[in-house]
Antibody, heavy 120, light 107 residues
Framework: QVRLQESGPGLVKPSQTLSLTCTVSGASINSENTYWSWIRQYPGKDLEWIGYIHYSGHTYYIPSLQGRLTISLDTSKNQFSLNLSFVTAADTAIYYC????????????WGQGIRVTVSS | EIVLTQSPATLSVSPGESATLSCRASQSVGTHLAWYQQKPGQAPRLLISDASNRATDIPARFSGIGSGTDFNLTINTLEPEDFVFYFCQQRRNWPPTFGGGTMVETK
């Protein structure tokens, strides 16, 4: 049974860095042709895919977050992480970590999500 | 960036009836389209990948069809737990994008 679990702070101050970790169980983060993604959902329900990392270390970030977003892997702990710097209220959302199979469209396993509020 | 437009925003259906949800892409996505269901307080759950392939453990009453720019999700014989939110997502072009969603409510 594949499981993903997000962890991190629920409240971050403006201009600080948001750091979240996704712990994966039941699957190896070193799986070929698997992408480990972060997706966020705004209070109005809109979903935004923000970036991924492949086991090779290759990453892709959405253009609007280039320069602020870093996604990294820790293969020894079977985890991947998100760091988003200089956060503002616009980054307030539920953040999900997601596994995507490179052979098909769609994220087949999602974490339960972590609600992050940016506020002073 | 590919824009996905879902219609209707809200669909009112009686239990036991069928529902058809639409997702239209601003340009062709081939069959690189997925459908998700989201219940209150939960993460989205993959229903359909590659436009028409049911994901693991998804009941046969859920079916997807389409290619290019026009896609439908049909739910046959609606069960009480089906009256929730549904999203489509394309993965043809980067970045992947989502539709605005359709809420299926009880008539």
């Amino acid at each position: 049974q594949v499981r993903l679990q997000e962890s991190g702070p629920g409240l971050v101050k403006p201009s600080q860095t948001l750091s979240l970790t996704c712990t994966v169980s039941g699957a190896s983060i070193n799986s070929e042709n698997t992408y480990w993604s972060w997706i966020r959902q705004y209070p109005g329900k809109d979903l935004e895919w923000i970036g991924y990392i492949h086991y090779s270390g290759h990453t892709y970030y959405i253009p609007s977050l280039q320069g602020r977003l870093t996604i990294s892997l820790d293969t020894s702990k079977n985890q991947f992480s998100l760091n988003l710097s200089f956060v503002t209220a616009a980054d307030t959302a539920i953040y999900y970590c997601v596994r995507e199979d490179g052979n098909s469209s769609g994220g087949d396993y999602w974490g339960q999500g972590i609600r992050v509020t940016v506020s002073s | 960036e590919i824009v996905l437009t879902q219609s209707p925003a809200t669909l009112s259906v009686s239990p036991g009836e069928s529902a058809t949800l639409s997702c239209r892409a601003s340009q062709s996505v081939g069959t690189h389209l997925a459908w998700y269901q989201q219940k209150p307080g939960q993460a989205p759950r993959l229903l359909i990948s590659d436009a028409s392939n049911r994901a693991t453990d998804i009941p046969a009453r859920f079916s997807g069809i389409g290619s290019g720019t026009d896609f439908n999700l049909t739910i046959n014989t609606l069960e009480p737990e089906d009256f929730v939110f549904y999203f489509c997502q394309q993965r043809r072009n980067w970045p992947p994008t989502f539709g605005g969603g359709t809420m299926v409510e009880t008539k």
